[in-house]
């Protein structure tokens, strides 16, 4: 009796230890560690994760895999994280092996558009040049499209953006960023761009208890500290500056703490020269932040009307 032969083992793959050796855990916690809040953006990279290690775990089993879609729009207001989440998404695409180079392009209209016929397409293909491998971050792209404008050259840079997003897909990931209105506007008037984007991430304001957070955070990065009262002083003056047109998020935040750094400076200095030169400052002083530093902001004495700038 002839003995029947016996099927090899199907190959298998370990999804955990692709994760694993690929590091995004501690990409991952990065992120989460430079960014307060946005939970749901958080979430959405981890999504894209998951999908791209399947992705891997495939290709390694022999499986029909297509290369990913991998360009995307990140729509939100100013100071919302979208270059950091950018920043680190280029990480977590060159440790799966979907781009050569861990490296990000940042640029804007006026680093693609010329400003005279001819000029456009060397600027667009030269920037083109110096991301491909990597991604490119367009910050505010619905102003690459100025159809109010006959004598634009946007259009220009688009199709030529268009063709190497098609035609290139496997060697530079592109993420438009802006608004979230402009930005389906540009989608609407520019269909075949809405179609080559793959994924749209919707980054939400800060909150008040997220923004004071955020705060703390930068102060301690730059070894400074806000006591008691400066905590409450900015509290308070986050209130008051939501309720204010143009608010940046974290970069109103920054351009708020700044300032108190300028004043703490002034109050520490002008009270050395009273002092004397034998007057000695501890490490403490120099790095606390006070309430005083806060409020001499003129946002707190200001009417809402004339307080769109506050400083």
Do not use: W
């Given at each position: ?11 298998t ?6 994760y ?8 991952l916690?990065?992120?989460?560690a430079?960014l ?12 894209i994760?998951s ?13 029909t895999?297509g ?19 950018a920043?680190r ?9 979907y ?5 990000l392009?940042?640029v ?5 558009v010329g ?9 667009t ?11 490119l971050f ?5 102003y ?14 688009i ?8 035609n290139q ?11 979230r ?5 540009f989608f ?24 004071l ?19 409450e002083?900015?509290r308070?003056?986050?209130a ?17 703490l ?12 002008q ?6 030169v034998?007057?000695?400052l ?30």
């Amino acid at each position: 009796m002839n003995a029947q032969p016996i099927d090899p083992p199907a190959p298998t793959t370990s999804l955990a230890r692709l994760y694993a050796e690929s590091g995004m855990a501690e990409v991952l916690a990065q992120l989460d560690a430079e960014l307060v809040g946005l939970a749901p953006v958080k979430t959405r990279i981890g999504e894209i994760a998951s999908l791209l290690i399947v992705e891997k775990a495939r290709r390694n089993l022999g499986l029909t895999a297509g290369a990913p879609s991998l360009h995307m729009c990140f729509t939100g207001n100013p100071g919302t994280g979208k270059t950091t989440v950018a920043l680190r998404m280029a990480e977590i695409l060159h440790r799966l092996g979907y781009i050569r180079k861990n490296h990000l392009v940042s640029v804007t209209r006026d680093d693609l558009v010329g400003q005279y016929i001819g000029h456009t397409a060397p600027k667009t293909k030269d920037v083109l040049k110096r991301a491909m491998g990597g991604v490119l971050f367009i910050d505010e792209a619905y102003y690459l499209y100025r159809p109010e404008n006959e004598r634009d050259y946007g259009q220009e840079a688009i199709e030529i953006l268009l063709q190497i997003m098609e035609n290139q897909r496997e060697d530079l990931v592109v993420i438009l960023a802006g608004y979230r209105t402009r930005m389906d506007t540009f989608f609407q008037s520019n269909p075949g761009m809405a179609s080559r984007i793959a994924h749209h991430i919707d980054f939400p304001d800060y909150g008040a208890d997220e923004l004071l957070a955020i705060a703390e955070r930068m102060t301690a990065r730059l070894d400074y500290r806000l006591d008691a009262g400066a905590r409450e002083a900015l509290r308070e003056y986050i209130a008051l500056r939501l309720a204010r047109p143009h608010f940046a998020n974290a970069r109103s935040i920054r351009n708020a703490l700044d300032r108190a750094r300028l004043r703490q400076a002034g109050r520490l200095f002008q009270a050395a020269l009273a002092a004397g030169v034998d007057a000695e400052l501890s490490a403490e002083q120099l790095t606390t932040i006070d309430a005083a530093d806060i409020r001499a902001s003129r946002l707190f004495n200001e009417r809402p009307a004339e307080a769109e700038s506050a400083h």
